[in-house]
């Protein structure tokens, strides 16, 4: 899903070099080299210059965003498991949904120490 993410909220203004730059690839991060497809870098020399045509060409974005939404269940005609976390939310009131959350969030509170004291104890064992 990460990977998906990356493509689908790529924007094309974050490959262009800035005024006064060159073209430099290692200034992007993991987010920004996941949504591109093929790197082409053609170099041509014409009276004595060298000339260097760089073309990204990026995944396609619109599948991307397809298959996240067909994840996230956003289309109405899928069908949401019955039992399902996301049935029992969609048949909650708005009121119903605060008083999950700020549950949820009152447990993470709780836990979330306990959590982090067994994770550090089982990075140092090894």
């Known amino acids: 899903m990460v990977k998906l993410a990356r493509i689908a909220f790529a924007n094309m203004r974050d490959y ?3 005024e006064g730059e060159t073209l430099d690839l290692h200034r992007l991060d993991q987010d920004r080299t996941a949504a591109v497809e093929e ?3 053609v170099e ?3 009276g004595g210059v060298l000339h260097r045509r760089t073309r990204l060409k990026m995944h396609d974005k619109l599948a991307a965003l397809t298959n996240l ?3 996230l269940g956003m289309f109405s ?3 949401v498991a019955e039992g ?3 049935h029992r939310v969609m048949r909650m009131t ?3 949904r605060v008083v999950c959350a700020e549950q949820l969030l009152e447990n993470a509170r709780k836990y979330l120490p306990a959590f982090e004291e067994w994770e550090n ?3 140092q064992e090894g």
């Open 16 to 18: 262009w070099p800035k």
């Open 39 to 41: 790197l082409t870098v």
């Open 44 to 46: 041509t020399v014409r």
């Open 69 to 71: 939404a067909r994840h």
């Open 77 to 79: 005609n899928q069908r």
């Open 84 to 86: 399902s976390i996301e």
């Open 94 to 96: 708005p009121a119903e």
């Open 121 to 123: 104890k089982v990075s």
